[in-house]
């Protein structure tokens, strides 16, 4: 290396080394300071919140109450709270991408298949009424949760009140806690999020889970007065979706459906094939219109690859 080039280097090196020391590592608690200012613990808080939106009292107590069921089991080795890890499941849930790929195997298209054949009248039914084709509703309950196999271990009440606590300061610290100690995942984000970027985004994302869980517990409100009640025993998984086809209460408001049940039962397979044909019609699912099918699929799960893969389980599923 000639004199010339070891001088660039050494140049280059210096003003990188100045560029890092001009730029003081970012605070996290300069980013909780955005958080609204409250004098409650993180439960009152929620409550609180939850009273301001007008819930009803009767509502209010019977939710209280059901609060009270056991958590689910602690895994062995896991020495954390279940509960204590729903904020940081759903508002970190940005730093791992999901991967639908996974479910896509010549296993997974046989299982379809012997679904398909064991419940051909009820899928036969919807799929008339709803133009949505047997093989997609199969498979997308695959998907969602292997026909039932794999619906959550939560409640409705645990998982909304917990995320409705999300941008509690208390509770926001700790995520941003959880944050820090992701070193690999973060790291790998670093390239396009700054440290400061992923503390603004931690804060965006705490404000916007809970107030989706106040909106998720007006609905359960909404369910519980028209004599559902049985709403607030529903075991769900850490993102507040429950049943086979893994329905939102917000959702389950607007597209549950039964052709036997008052209140659809969507741990009821029929009633699961039914309430997702019924999602998929309404939003604008056309056999002959492909990008309607992946538009439809993608207001059911909002990652890209989610839609593709039913589809081509679909695919693959059809009787030759």
């Not at 909106?215 to 049985?230: A, E, R, W």
């Not at 309607?292 to 693959?316: P, Q, T």
Request: net charge positive; with cysteine; hydrophobic share 40%.
């Amino acid at each position: 290396m000639s004199v010339f080039s070891k001088f660039l280097v050494s140049v280059i090196c210096i003003a990188v080394l100045a560029s890092c020391a001009s730029k003081p590592k970012a605070n996290p608690d300069d980013y909780l300071k955005q958080l609204l200012v409250t004098p409650f613990s993180p439960e009152d808080y929620a409550l609180d919140r939850m009273t301001k939106a007008g819930l009803p009292k009767d509502f209010m107590a019977a939710f209280t109450q059901s609060l009270r069921v056991a958590p689910p089991k602690r895994k062995k080795n896991v020495p954390t709270d279940p509960l204590e890890k729903i904020v940081s499941l759903n508002v970190l849930g940005f730093l791992s991408h999901g991967d639908y790929s996974k479910h896509y195997s010549d296993g997974a298209v046989k299982k379809i298949k012997d679904f398909i054949k064991h419940n051909r009248k009820s899928l036969a039914l919807a799929e008339k009424t709803d133009q949505v084709p047997k093989e997609v509703l199969a498979s997308l309950l695959w998907v969602e949760t292997q026909f039932g196999k794999h619906t959550g271990t939560f409640t409705l009440p645990q998982v909304y009140f917990r995320l409705l606590q999300a941008n509690h300061p208390q509770i926001a610290k700790r995520t941003i806690l959880e944050l820090n100690q992701r070193s690999a995942e973060v790291n790998a984000l670093k390239p396009q999020l700054t440290e400061a970027a992923l503390y603004s985004k931690v804060i965006d994302r705490s404000n916007k889970k809970s107030d989706w869980a106040l909106q998720q517990l007006v609905s359960i409100s909404n369910l519980y007065q028209k004599g559902f009640h049985g709403i607030l025993r529903m075991k769900s998984s850490f993102a507040g979706a429950f049943g086979k086809c893994q329905f939102i209460p917000s959702t389950y408001e607007k597209y549950a459906k039964s052709p036997i049940h008052q209140d659809a039962d969507l741990f009821d397979i029929r009633d699961a094939i039914f309430s997702v044909a019924n999602f998929l019609h309404e939003n604008g699912w056309n056999n002959d219109i492909p990008t309607s099918k992946n538009n439809a699929l993608f207001e059911y799960n909002r990652i890209h690859d989610y839609g593709d893969v039913i589809l081509k389980l679909a695919e693959a599923s059809r009787s030759k």
